[in-house]
């Protein structure tokens, strides 16, 4: 895959992992869209990146299906926030997203591994 | 760095959104791009870079691809005229976007229905008796021509009955009416068909159902002639006598009835519908026979006639007017002061006070409905004030003032709709309580029909509508400088809501003060009813009618050796501790009012006379009545040997005739209404206590005399019991019936039972209007909430700044009370002088309080302040939980 160039991968690849990225991302602690944008492309060092465009439409949608909840919170010397959580339904996807990624991904390993074996 | 709110805001600003959301997205995702300015400048990238980069952010599809999909709030503005069909669309969407404002505001909306609902309910009600009363067709085919001539006094404008020589010579001078007919109601003996039982008659002359102009359902009415002296007995039967005694067959117009031992042969069966008022209560109709030589002053006859087409109602008013006045010239001693009133067929029906009943009743309910729409109206006003940032926006964009109007009263429309549902349910609910509760047959006619559903669809679309426009026309109308700057709270938009606001608790509390007055009255006149001492003992009192009606009975010494038989028989019945018998049944029967002749003072001319009423007893009445016997005594076995020459006087009596002097040993001569002795010096014996003859009047000067002089085919027995009443019941039956199996039993039952029922109806409007004013209190006391409420929301952060400024909590809710209170004392103000002209009005039903009855007032001003102190009170607190930080933070 290394000659795959990053900012050309695959829309709808993107798409789809993208949930999953973001309710990972939200599981062990709240928190906003900025952090998040930052957290994707630190974490994948810099392969992905979010457009806010892109990034928030994308954090309504799973709000809007209950996976994840935006609360609005104001810490002490800091701006007021909007915070995202993710909710035990999201918590259900997200166990279920990642095991079809694994399977995936498993799969993809084993037909593409297969000739280096 | 540049404003990245507006940049995400111009963004979105196409799109519609519902405020809330569109500012939620606005914030988030400025702070976002701000971050990532700060984020890029940091890095040290060129201003003008970071700037192209940040802006690069919002370049996508996928936001306006979400946003696209987000349910759009206030509709596209259609700006300027606009098809036919996209007028039609607009108003769909109006009616969408209002019953999603409702939802969202739900408890706005819950005060609109409750308070709207409750004012349309009692409405309703009203409009229900009005209807009952005055609109539903009556079942009498002359109506438009059908005039009632009743007799009045000079002195009081009650209707009486006319004697049966007046009727013959108004009948034989008349020129404006056609036809006359007379009707006198009388209850009989009906013998021959099982257990002998009292049945009520009514006698009318052969032409009276033509007059009336109702038909039969089976047979033929009366024919003329078949009222003349001597003719055959002939009956026509009531349709719920005919369903009951004759199940309705056929055959039954081949039958006779007996009624007081003469036979009747049954030819026809009245229509249903004429089964209304007092009329359902007649089992049988029989021809009267109108005897010239009755007496002028025995008013007995209900009097109808048919208006000749050419003659105008006034017209025959002024022909009774002259005719009265011939009368009174040529019978004097009767016919002083009698004049005749011809009311029309339809405000015959009604009785004299039920029309001012029903009048106060609208005046009440109608001003329970300005109170309620009021109300309607400041939520409106404090609804249009949050929302003047929404309505600058939208006028911004292109709104036009009539489209915001339209806007607005759709959404009053459609709370005004639910208003009238519930209305309904619960009119329905008073009216089948009231109907559960009415002794009165007639009002068993209440129901819920065309008229009452057209009447409650008109005034839940009026008011809230009417209502609307003006809170409406204000709210679209906002200074869009002030309103658009945002955080415009305490602006001029509010200022000028919160002047509306100010009158509309003004109006509230005068007009439910008012109510609540003319309600407190009402309630104290029928308590001042209730309390009225009768002057006998109800409680323990059994009361039976027997009739003494031939062919068993003709001649009075057999009537009174029965009576007497009787009393014996009772008196020895287990349970009872006297008994007693009369002619009339005390206050609930009305008795005859007679004049008479003191010996040894000087004659006094005819109408100066002095009068009592009299009534006839028999038996242990004292005892059994519960009447105090002051002096003497009454009856002795040895009067009968003084051919009952006796009589004992009432208190009122003896103070009137026998001032500072006993009246035991004086001599009176009773006499007729031309001042002519009817019979010989009757002695007084003694003196007894007072029983008044109506609530609503002073006891009247009383004469007893014994029944024996003068038995009447009906006798009221007394019987005071001496345990349970209900057990005596059947041991008086049994005492008639051994005595004779052919005697009809009626009306056995306590006497405080029949007090009770002669006051439920006064009762139940007492209640009524006690309901109405409850109401509009609730509604007035919800307002100033309300009002109060909003104020202190609107008024947060000025409130903030000065609690801030180290102003005290305790002074801030003062301050917040004080204009509250300040506007409820200005409208009770005004209400106090509504409610002084209003009790003016009302001065006729009122008894025994005075209108400006100062305890009314008191009270009512007291459940004012303390509803008003609360109704601030609650809301005021709420600035003391204020925190002035969080607050001036947030706006």
């Known amino acids: 895959m290394q000659h795959i160039k990053p900012k050309g991968i695959d829309r709808e690849l993107k798409k789809g992992s993208a949930e999953l990225l973001i309710l990972s991302l939200v599981e062990s602690r709240a928190r906003h869209g900025y952090e998040l944008c930052k957290l994707i492309e630190a974490r994948s060092g810099g392969v992905l990146t979010f457009r806010a465009a892109s990034l928030y439409p994308l954090l309504y949608r799973l709000e809007d299906r209950g996976w994840i909840q935006g609360r609005w919170v104001e810490k002490a010397g800091q701006r007021r926030r909007r915070y995202y959580k993710l909710t035990p339904a999201g918590a259900g996807v997200l166990a279920s997203q990642r095991s079809t990624w694994r399977e995936f991904v498993d799969a993809i390993n084993r037909i593409t591994g297969g000739e280096h074996a | ?891």
């Open chain 2, 1 to 891: 760095m540049r404003d990245f709110k507006d940049v995400v805001r111009r963004t979105l600003v196409r799109r519609n959104l519902p405020a809330a959301r569109e500012t939620e997205i606005v914030e988030e995702l400025s702070e976002h791009l701000e971050d990532r300015y700060r984020e890029l400048r940091a890095r040290g990238t060129p201003e003008d870079r970071a700037d192209r980069e940040v802006l690069a952010e919002l370049d996508a599809t996928d936001l306006t691809a979400y946003v696209a999909r987000l349910p759009s709030a206030p509709g596209p503005v259609p700006i300027g005229g606009g098809s036919r069909a996209s007028i039609a669309g607009g108003l769909l969407q109006d009616l969408r976007f209002g019953a999603r404002l409702i939802a969202r505001e739900r408890g706005a909306a819950c005060v609109v229905v409750a308070t709207l609902s409750l004012a349309i309910a009692a409405n309703t009600i009203v409009f229900a008796f009005a209807d009952l009363l005055l609109l539903r067709p009556l079942p009498l085919a002359n109506i438009d021509r059908l005039v009632a001539v009743y007799s009045i006094q000079a002195q009081n404008t009650d209707r009486q009955p006319d004697s049966i020589p007046d009727f013959v010579d108004m009948r034989s001078a008349t020129q404006t009416l056609e036809r006359m007919s007379a009707m006198t109601r009388q209850p009989v003996s009906m013998t021959g068909a099982g257990e002998p039982r009292a049945i009520n008659a009514a006698y009318v002359t052969a032409n009276h159902f033509r007059v009336w102009g109702v038909s039969t359902v089976l047979g033929r009415g009366f024919l003329d002639g078949e009222d003349a002296h001597g003719h055959e007995g002939v009956a026509v039967l009531s349709h719920h006598f005919w369903k009951t005694q004759f199940n309705g067959a056929e055959s039954a117009i081949r039958e006779a009835v007996t009624l007081n031992g003469r036979s009747y042969a049954v030819v026809g069966v009245l229509t249903p519908a004429i089964e209304i008022g007092n009329i359902s209560q007649t089992d049988v109709w029989v021809p009267l026979e109108i005897d010239a030589s009755a007496r002028r002053d025995e008013l007995s006859l209900a009097v109808f006639a048919l208006r000749k087409p050419s003659a105008s109602l006034e017209a025959t008013q002024a022909e009774f007017r002259a005719l009265a006045e011939g009368l009174q010239k040529e019978h004097p001693a009767t016919n002083a002061g009698r004049q005749y009133r011809v009311l029309s067929g339809r405000d015959a029906t009604v009785g004299g006070s039920t029309w001012i009943i029903l009048a106060l009743l609208a005046v009440v309910v109608g001003l329970v409905l300005v109170v309620a729409c009021a109300n309607v109206a400041t939520v409106v006003l404090s609804r249009a004030s949050a929302r003047h940032q929404e309505i600058a926006v939208r006028i911004a964009l292109g709104a036009t003032r009539a489209r915001l109007v339209r806007q607005f009263v759709v959404e009053n429309l459609l709370l005004g709709i639910a208003s009238g549902a519930v209305g309904l349910l619960l009119a329905y609910g008073g009216l089948s309580a009231f109907k559960a509760l009415s002794t009165e047959s007639y009002f068993q006619f209440l129901q819920i029909n065309a008229n009452l559903l057209a009447f409650v669809v008109a005034l839940s679309i009026a008011a809230p509508v009417v209502f609307g426009v003006g809170p409406a026309l204000q709210a679209s109308k906002p200074d869009l400088n002030e309103d658009l700057k945002g955080g415009g709270r305490d602006g001029a938009a509010s200022v000028r809501g919160g002047r509306s606001r100010s009158i509309l608790v003004v109006a509230q509390v005068a007009f439910a003060l008012a109510v609540l007055v003319a309600s407190g009255l009402i309630v104290r006149s029928v308590v001042a009813l209730e309390h009225v001492p009768l002057g006998l003992d109800a409680a323990d009192m059994l009361t039976m009618r027997v009739r003494f009606d031939p062919p068993g009975y003709t001649a009075d010494a057999q009537r009174f050796r029965t009576i007497e038989s009787i009393l014996d028989r009772l008196s020895a019945a287990p349970g009872v501790a006297a008994a007693s018998a009369s002619r009339h049944l005390p206050i609930i029967d009305g008795e005859p009012s007679r004049r008479f002749a003191i010996a040894g003072q000087p004659l006094p001319e005819a109408k100066d006379l002095p009068w009592a009423f009299e009534a006839a007893v028999a038996g242990e009445y004292a005892r059994a009545a519960g009447v105090g016997l002051l002096d003497g005594r009454l009856w002795r076995p040895e009067d009968r040997a003084s051919g009952w020459g006796v009589a004992v006087v009432n208190r009122e009596a003896a103070r009137r005739y026998w001032p500072a002097r006993s009246p035991i040993g004086e001599h009176v001569t009773m006499t007729d209404a031309d001042g002519r002795p009817t019979g010989d010096p009757l002695t007084i014996v003694g003196v007894i206590d007072n029983v008044i003859a109506a609530p609503e009047a002073p006891p009247p000067p009383r004469i007893y005399r014994p029944l024996a002089v003068r038995p009447m085919a009906s006798v009221v027995f007394l019987i005071r019991t001496a345990g349970d009443p209900g057990v005596a019941g059947p041991a008086l039956r049994s005492a008639v019936r051994e005595e004779n199996r052919d005697l009809a039993v009626s009306d056995l039952r306590p006497f405080s039972d029949q007090i009770a029922s002669e006051l439920r109806t006064q009762n139940l409007i007492m209640a009524m209007f006690a309901a109405f004013a409850a109401i509009g209190f609730v509604v007035a006391i919800a307002g100033i909430y309300g009002v109060t409420a909003f104020a202190v929301t609107q008024r947060r952060r000025e409130i903030s700044v000065r609690l801030a400024l180290g102003a005290s909590a305790a002074g801030m809710a003062r301050l917040v009370m004080g204009r509250s209170l300040r506007l409820i004392v200005i409208g009770a103000a005004l209400g106090l002088g509504g409610a002084a002209a209003l009790g003016s009005a009302m001065r006729s039903v009122l008894f025994g309080v005075p209108a400006t009855d100062p305890l009314t007032y008191a009270i009512v001003v007291a459940v004012f302040t303390i509803g008003g102190l609360t109704a601030t009170y609650v809301p005021a607190r709420r600035v003391t939980s204020f925190d002035p930080a969080a607050v001036l933070k947030r706006e």
